[in-house]
């Protein structure tokens, strides 16, 4: 995507959701072999958004908000669709982490890793 509106930040995001995708599909390929496929391209999209989002967000950042965005949404899809549980506790530290990752957004320059 060549427009300029599509910027580090927008590929970290979807290598994040992708992430959540791999995830899933790898939890969903223990009973179903077939989610091994949606594993690979899940997979190979994430880390290819990931190192797009590297061209322009220092590498600490971007996976830190990578695997914060993939953890959290690991998290929402393993109660919303697996039935694990959610306490109070988990509640409020997944609050910590999201608010940390928001932190990390806020506080970075976006201009440290130019190649």
Same mark, same amino acid.
């Given at each position: 995507?060549? /427009?300029?509106?599509?910027?580090? %930040?927008?590929? *970290?995001?979807?290598?994040?959701?992708? =992430?959540? &995708?791999? #995830?899933?599909? +790898?939890?969903? =390929?223990?009973?179903?072999?077939?989610? *091994?496929?949606?594993? @690979?391209?899940?997979?190979?999209?994430?880390? /290819?958004?990931?190192?797009?989002?590297?061209?322009?967000?220092? *590498?600490?950042? #971007?996976?830190?908000? %990578?695997t914060g965005i993939g953890s959290v949404g690991a998290v929402a899809v393993g109660s919303l669709l697996f039935g694990e549980g959610l306490?109070?506790?988990? +509640?409020?530290? +997944?609050?910590?982490?999201?608010?940390? @990752?928001? &932190?990390?957004? +806020?506080?970075?320059? &976006?201009? &440290?890793? =130019?190649?």
């Open positions: 995507m060549s /427009d300029p509106r599509w910027t580090g %930040w927008h590929w *970290l995001a979807l290598a994040g959701l992708l =992430e959540i &995708g791999f #995830a899933t599909a +790898l939890k969903l =390929e223990q009973t179903r072999p077939q989610f *091994l496929y949606v594993f @690979l391209v899940c997979a190979y999209f994430s880390f /290819d958004f990931l190192a797009r989002a590297l061209k322009t967000i220092p *590498l600490g950042t #971007a996976y830190a908000v %990578w306490s109070l506790v988990r +509640l409020a530290l +997944l609050g910590v982490l999201v608010a940390a @990752l928001i &932190g990390l957004k +806020l506080s970075s320059s &976006g201009k &440290g890793a =130019e190649v």
